[in-house]
C-alpha cells in the first residue's frame, strides 16, 4: 500500500473516531439535561403542593389571622362603651340641643360638650348696602354667647373697604362701629371679636346689614358667619 493511500486510511479511520466521540458527547449531554430537568419538573411540583397545602389550611382555619379581631370579638369589646346622642341636631349649629356622654369606659372623664350655633347669611352677586331682613332665631333653650363674627367674599372690594353689620332685635351689637366687620380693598374677608354685646337669649333674633361697599368694584358673593355657643 502505497503512503498516500495509508494517509488516506488513517484519515478515515481518524473520522470515523471523531464522530463516534461526537455521538457519545450528544447522548452523554442529552441524558444529564433530561436528568436536570426531570429534577426541577419534581421540585417545582413539591412547591406547588406545598403551598396549595398552606393555602388550604389557611382557607379552612377558624380563625387564620388571630392577630385580628373577628366581628364577634369587636362588638364584645366595645359593647361597655355605651355612646347616647338624645338631643336633637340643629340644622344649622354644632350640638345646641344635644346632650352626648360616654358611659363606662368613658366614665370617669365626664364631660359636655355646650355647643355652638353657626347662622350663615350670603348675598350672591354684586353686594349691595342695605338693611337685613332675613332674621336667624335662637331656639336652643337657652342664652348662647357671641364670640365672633366673620365676613367673606368671593371677589374682594377695590376703591374702599365693605363693611358689614349684625344686629339683635333691631339693633347693632357692635355699639363701637370701629370693630364692624371690615373686608378692606383687595382682601376676601375679616373677623372680628369686638362685640359689645355678646348675650343672645332664646327667642331672639340676629340680622346682617351691609353698611359700605367698595367704592370701584363693590364685592360679590357675601357670607356672613356669626359663631355662637
Known amino acids: 500500500m502505497g503512503a498516500q493511500a495509508k494517509a488516506d486510511v488513517a484519515e478515515t479511520n481518524a473520522k470515523e473516531w471523531a464522530d463516534g466521540r461526537l455521538i457519545d458527547a450528544q447522548g452523554y449531554t442529552d ?93 350672591t352677586g354684586n353686594v349691595t348696602t342695605g338693611a337685613g331682613t332675613f332674621r336667624f332665631y335662637n331656639d336652643t333653650g337657652r342664652t348662647l354667647v357671641i364670640s365672633s363674627v366673620r365676613a367673606t367674599v368671593g371677589t374682594a372690594p377695590t376703591g374702599a373697604a365693605l363693611i358689614v353689620d349684625v344686629h339683635k332685635n333691631g339693633t347693632t351689637i357692635f355699639t363701637t362701629q370701629s370693630t364692624r366687620p371690615t373686608i378692606t380693598v383687595s382682601t376676601n374677608t375679616a373677623k372680628s371679636t369686638g362685640m359689645a354685646v355678646t348675650a343672645w337669649a332664646d327667642g331672639e333674633y340676629l340680622t346682617v346689614d351691609v353698611d359700605q361697599v367698595g367704592s370701584t368694584i363693590s364685592g360679590a358673593n357675601l357670607t356672613v358667619q356669626v359663631v355662637a355657643g
Open 31 to 123: 441524558y444529564w439535561h433530561g436528568q436536570a430537568t426531570a429534577y426541577t419538573d419534581g421540585k417545582i411540583a413539591d412547591v406547588n403542593g406545598y403551598a396549595d397545602f398552606i393555602l388550604g389550611e389557611h382557607v379552612a382555619a377558624v380563625d387564620p389571622h388571630p392577630q385580628y379581631l373577628t366581628p364577634a370579638e369587636g362588638g364584645a369589646a366595645y359593647a361597655a362603651i355605651g355612646h347616647d346622642h338624645a338631643g336633637v341636631y340643629q340644622p344649622v349649629g354644632s350640638y345646641a340641643l344635644t346632650s352626648h356622654n360616654h358611659d363606662a369606659a368613658y366614665a370617669p372623664l365626664s364631660h359636655t360638650h355646650a355647643g355652638s350655633v353657626t347662622p350663615v347669611y350670603s348675598i
